[in-house]
């Protein structure tokens, strides 16, 4: 995989955030979301790849563009699976809250797990924790194992988890534990993500969340070398028999970091549309847009922050070719 396409891909969450920050806070999350894919759509025929959609905007007679099986790119380059998010939060924008993300993952041909549009089970650590948790273990075991691997005390851990009804046993257990909570309305990629960086302060996720969304946090987290773990979790017939399609037969198998995300490269870009703990949203002056991004890449382990100013003049359409 062509290490140029990191800077290129950062293009594309750039358009799409610039595009749905138009949106914030006006509670219109579809116009936002819409928005978000008609730019990433429109950069990436821009970008030298032979890219192929496996998670994306839904299937083909769902979504009008970023479907899956969509082929993206100039038909020139390296042939890879894309895995998008175009708006991360779509209710956080139409409410101007915060951790909403533009968000593309990418690895060689083959390498990303074809996750379907149904719930996964979830734990996510950073580097100082992999290979310390086990999604089959007790909540307060878990918290046990990275408190003693990051050297602290269970009540100094905090755990992030999604506000959901169906997580209230999972938020009594961590209570039980001792370690504290931060309880977040949307956004699972920006959560998992924040386990790798210590000034988030955030040491553990747990939940059940969107499967897509878990595939793209583990290929943000293998670029950071930190651990998911997840298991799809069926909810009727129809999703049962696409988890068998995947090759996936028992339902209660764990799925692991190279089950998600198989080989030694990937790419992972985001662009912050509102701020959040990582990296602020996009500001507009009038004449510009200023955005914050991250781009970070498995193989050689670089993470890159990088600060933008868009002409909206010179590029009206998010694009120059």
């Not at 920006?190 to 499967?211: K, M, N, P, R, W």
């Not at 049962?240 to 870009?269: H, P, S, T, W, Y």
Request: hydrophobic fraction near 45%; aromatic fraction near 4%; proline fraction near 3%.
């Amino acid at each position: 995989m062509e290490r140029s396409l990191s800077m290129e891909l950062v293009r594309v969450t750039e358009a799409a955030a610039l595009a749905s920050a138009r949106w914030l806070g006006r509670g219109k999350k579809a116009e936002a979301d819409d928005a978000a894919t008609t730019a990433m759509r429109r950069v990436f025929d821009t970008i030298p790849m032979k890219g192929t959609v496996v998670i994306g905007e839904g299937e083909m007679d769902e979504a009008p563009m970023l479907y899956i099986g969509e082929k993206l790119g100039t038909g020139y380059g390296p042939r890879v699976d894309v895995a998008v998010d175009p708006l991360e939060g779509t209710n956080i924008v139409a409410n101007g809250t915060w951790n909403a993300l533009a968000v593309i993952a990418i690895a060689d041909d083959g390498c990303l797990l074809h996750a379907p549009d149904m719930y996964m089970e979830k734990i996510a650590v950073g580097p100082e924790s992999v290979g310390c948790i086990d999604l089959d273990a007790p909540v307060v075991d878990n918290l046990k194992a990275v408190a003693k691997a990051k050297n602290k005390d269970i009540e100094d851990l905090v755990a992030i988890i999604l506000d959901r009804e169906r997580h209230e046993k999972l938020i009594h257990e961590v209570r039980e534990a001792g370690a504290r909570i931060k309880l977040i309305p949307d956004g699972d990629v920006a959560a998992a993500i924040s386990t790798a960086f210590e000034d988030t302060g955030v040491d553990i996720l747990f939940g059940t969340g969107g499967a897509p969304e878990g595939v793209i946090s583990a290929v943000a987290l293998k670029c950071l070398g930190g651990e998911l773990q997840g298991r799809l979790v069926a909810q009727n017939k129809a999703e049962m028999e696409r988890c068998k399609k995947m090759g996936i037969e028992d339902l209660n198998q764990i799925l692991r970091m190279d089950d998600l995300v198989k080989g030694d490269d990937a790419i992972f870009a985001a662009t912050g549309v509102t701020d959040g703990e990582l990296l602020k949203g996009v500001r507009f002056n009038g004449t510009s847009g200023i955005t914050h991004s991250v781009v970070m890449r498995a193989k050689s382990g670089t993470v890159r922050f990088i600060h933008g100013t868009h002409s909206l003049k010179k590029k009206p359409n998010l694009v120059i070719k």
